[in-house]
């Protein structure tokens, strides 16, 4: 069972930083596409970053240059660096890992930024 498995959320204030990480099991780690999304209060799950074909990263316009994902496939760890943090990223944040056409959640982690 594929189970995805993030930490690293709190509560930080305005301008603050925070890294979350997410691990996840065995040999399909490294065949996988790791991305993070996020869920507002009352909002739909949007897509944070995720790599796209080739080195090229997809990340939300309102992150770009304040976010930054990384992996570390010895560990089976995503990475999600975010620094500069605003209120309006408060959010609960989702790890997906996609292997071939099968996508994988995990349980979310919380992200409060207070101003």
């Known amino acids: 069972q594929v189970q995805p498995v993030e930490s690293g959320g709190g509560l930080v204030q305005a301008g603050g930083s925070l890294r979350l990480s997410c691990q996840s099991s065995g040999f399909m780690f490294r065949l996988s596409v790791m991305g993070w999304y996020r869920q507002a209060p009352g909002k739909q799950r949007e897509l944070v970053a995720i790599?796209?074909?080739?080195?090229?990263?997809n990340y939300a316009d309102d992150v770009k240059g304040r976010f930054t994902i990384s992996r570390d496939d010895a560990k089976n760890t995503v990475y999600l660096q975010m620094n500069s943090l605003k209120p309006e990223d408060t959010a609960i944040y989702y790890c997906?890992?996609?292997?071939?056409?099968?996508?994988?959640w995990g349980q979310g982690t919380q992200v409060t930024v207070s101003s």
């Open positions: 997906l890992q996609r292997f071939g056409s099968r996508d994988y």
């Open positions: 790599p796209t074909s080739g080195a090229s990263t």
